[in-house]
């Protein structure tokens, strides 16, 4: 017989999260009140237009002054704050002026870094810009904001190229902000020190297999796996690898897991610095233990497309996670089970989370005037917990009434029932019983 009942959401904590897809729209999805529930579309930025398609974001996630910074088709970068949506700085992608489609196409944006401790003093300067593009060139340069001073100077930008052939397809920041890594198709993984711009480490191709053939070089996703430590590096590959490389040790990968059969196109750290969450072209999404190098368990739901992005909240145990399938799905990292599914309609490219959601919403709930009735939490509980007791009550009142009147009818009716007469069991019994039953009462009569 087929399943008629269905598994329901159950709903997932205040949230606040931002996607960007290949229309180049950014959707504000939020959840919002105390106890959770289903996440919803609050706010639409920008046109659609396929020519503005969003390649790369980046987001610095913090109390005062966030910035969303997104690389489009076009050539262009712009800096929205997160917060209001309003644009804070527009500039293009290369410094020698070219932003054509033609010129955008040939080498496109795949990597894009805003910086969240540099230039944060200055007043008149958004902060520093760090861009890859898919031949390898890399960019440093300081982003003014839109309302600053011609006369401003400004530094020049420091370039310089982290290969000299292949395609560069992944690159990552460690969190310190000291250190970059890149990596691609026929580009093995390298490590630049950003304060001098000097490479510091690469990694060495596996070994050949029975059959003396050797594995292409193809990253396809990178991270750094601990917050304070950049020697430990996580990489995924279009071989369905997930290699784990330690710079300390050797140039080859420590750990290499293999994950079901399509290529891994997102990589994410988790905060305890041993887990990380992989996504394959598939829509195969788990979780892996780096430490043993054992699979911890896949997320199950119904992923149909390519998971193209994955971003983890640093306080609460979720994920997010989206991609080709127009889906961005909440995850609980305990259960990994699904909390929520929203359906974005466009091709989703990457997913951020706000993790500051909850104080700002707090903070917004202080301005209520005095005038406006008491909180209504407090208020709600108190009533919550008086009409529960009220109901408790009542119900034991009618529990024992009902269970008085039952039993005051059952003495009743035992006080009022007579002997049985002879005649209602005589007639029970089978007919030769009955006959020298009633051949002994004619007996007993006539004595």
Not at 175 to 191: Q, T
Not at 256 to 269: C, G, L, T, Y
Not at 418 to 427: L, Q
């Amino acid at each position: 017989m087929p399943r008629l009942s269905t598994l329901e959401s159950p709903g997932c904590p205040p949230l606040r999260a931002l996607t960007t897809d290949s229309l180049g729209l950014i959707k504000v999805v939020e959840v919002r009140g105390k106890g959770g529930g289903t996440p919803q579309v609050v706010e639409t930025w920008g046109p659609p237009d396929a020519s503005r398609s969003v390649l790369c974001t980046s987001f610095t996630d913090r109390k005062k002054d966030p910035v969303l910074a997104v690389a489009r088709k076009n050539g262009l970068i712009e800096f929205f704050n997160p917060l209001e949506g309003d644009v804070l700085a527009t500039v293009k992608a290369s410094e020698s002026g070219k932003t054509d489609q033609s010129s955008s196409a040939n080498d496109p944006l795949i990597g894009l870094h805003f910086f969240k401790s540099k230039n944060e003093d200055l007043s008149s300067m958004l902060g520093t810009l760090l861009t890859c593009t898919e031949k390898g060139k890399v960019c440093v340069r300081t982003i003014a904001k839109s309302d600053a001073p011609s006369n401003k100077i400004v530094d020049s930008p420091s370039e310089w190229s982290v290969t000299n052939g292949g395609q560069v397809l992944c690159s990552s920041l460690d969190p310190s902000e000291n250190y970059a890594l890149f990596g691609g198709r026929h580009v093995e993984l390298n490590l630049w020190d950003l304060n001098t711009s000097v490479k510091t480490w690469t990694a060495k191709s596996p070994r050949p297999n029975n059959l003396g053939m050797c594995i292409p070089t193809w990253f396809t996703a990178s991270t750094f796996l601990c917050k304070d430590d950049h020697r430990k590096i996580v990489a995924g590959t279009s071989q369905h690898q997930v290699r784990l490389y330690d710079i300390t040790s050797q140039r080859r990968a420590v750990i290499s897991i293999d994950f079901r059969e399509a290529p891994i196109k997102a990589v994410r750290e988790d905060t305890d610095g041993h887990t990380v969450y992989v996504g394959t072209a598939i829509g195969d999404l788990a979780s892996f233990d780096i430490r043993t190098g054992k699979m911890v368990g896949c997320y199950k739901g119904k992923c149909s497309g390519s998971i193209r992005s994955i971003a983890k909240h640093p306080q609460l145990p979720l994920i997010a996670s989206c991609g080709l399938d127009s889906y961005l799905r909440i995850w609980d990292t305990n259960k990994r089970q699904l909390l929520s599914a929203v359906f974005l309609k466009q091709h989703l490219t990457s997913v951020v989370i706000d993790s500051h959601f909850t104080a700002q919403e707090l903070e917004g709930t202080k301005l209520v005037p005095s005038s406006q009735p008491e909180p209504e939490v407090i208020d709600q509980s108190d009533e919550d917990e008086e009409r529960i007791r009220k109901f408790k009550k009542k119900r034991k009142e009618v529990a024992d009434k009902k269970k008085k009147k039952t039993k005051m009818q059952d003495e009743e009716q035992i006080s009022g029932v007579d002997e049985p007469e002879e005649k209602d069991w005589i007639d029970d019994l089978p007919v030769s019983k009955r006959r020298k039953h009633s051949k002994k009462r004619r007996e007993k009569q006539l004595e």
